[in-house]
């Protein structure tokens, strides 16, 4: 099968996935290479994302890796005959990898669940708003490339706005909420449009106020996907090398558990309305 030059983050997910099967079986990259009638070179492309496999390999695969659990392969299955090109891929040499990558995630998740601190989500941010958090962070960024970063960050919306919405939840700290990241009247349009997409539910919007007790989740920011099943689950965070895409079972665990514990610290959801009708009439 033609190489891959570049395979996305769910392309790489299913090969670690597999990899891990062949792992937890105890079987060589070899081992599974001449049971599917291939080399360990090619075996090594599958688990690395860069080639695919066949559903008929796939099976066999998992059967020789004596996996039991009848929907983890079936959704592997899925994800292996999955051949979406969706609209990200418009920006495919327009856009760093990553974006297509998110928006890819996002397209595929059974659930969003969001914590943010210092900006408001990005599914949730207006033209304007997008346009001076990427204008501040890449100053010299020409308005060839700015355009089409705001422009992404806009139909990323499409998850939870289209005709078969994403379920969404999102936590926001209130310094995200009163942060003006451009002037006055762009903040109150933003606030407003967290309004409307609550009244429209699109989001479930929980507000953690700065003098809440019980919070030191400053760094607890991260983007929570479900998968078809729970070991598909993945997990977004920002780091200083980039957005790290995060799929090991227990980091997946212990982020389960910080957005438990952020909820906790955070409004009900009509008590977080409240709260942003109040910061509205504010500005």
Not at 4 to 23: F, I, V
Not at 118 to 137: E, H, I, K, S, W
Not at 143 to 149: A, G, I, Y
Request: contains cysteine.
């Amino acid at each position: 099968m033609t190489m891959r030059n570049q395979p996305t983050a769910r392309q790489m997910r299913l090969g670690s996935e597999l990899r891990k099967l062949r792992e937890a079986a105890g079987k060589s990259a070899k081992e599974v290479a001449g049971l599917l009638g291939s080399s360990s070179a090619h075996m090594s492309q599958i688990e690395a994302g860069s080639s695919a496999i066949s559903e008929e390999r796939l099976r066999r695969l998992a059967a020789y890796c004596a996996c039991t659990d009848g929907e983890l392969t079936e959704a592997l299955v899925a994800m292996a005959a999955d051949r979406t090109r969706g609209w990200w891929e418009e920006y495919r040499g327009v856009l760093p990898p990553v974006y297509l990558n998110v928006a890819e995630v996002e397209h595929h998740a059974t659930f969003l669940r969001e914590v943010v601190i210092t900006n408001v989500p990005g599914l949730l941010q207006t033209p304007d708003y997008a346009r001076a958090v990427f204008g501040y962070m890449n100053p010299d960024l020409p308005v060839s490339e700015l355009t089409p970063r705001v422009e992404h960050r806009m139909r990323r919306r499409a998850v939870i706005e289209g005709d078969d919405p994403t379920p969404y939840e999102t936590i926001v700290h209130e310094f995200a909420l009163r942060t003006r990241v451009a002037d006055r009247d762009v903040s109150r349009k933003q606030l407003q449009q967290i309004l409307d997409q609550i009244e429209q539910g699109h989001a479930v919007v929980r507000v953690i106020p700065t003098d809440q007790d019980g919070f030191g989740g400053a760094g607890a920011a991260m983007l929570y996907t479900g998968g078809p099943v729970l070991q598909l689950d993945t997990a977004l965070r920002d780091s200083p090398s980039g957005t790290l895409f995060i799929d090991a079972q227990p980091q997946l665990r212990g982020l389960r558990t910080l957005f438990s514990r952020v909820e906790k610290a955070s409004l009900s959801p009509t008590a977080s309305r409240d709260f942003i009708h109040r910061l509205t009439k504010e500005l």
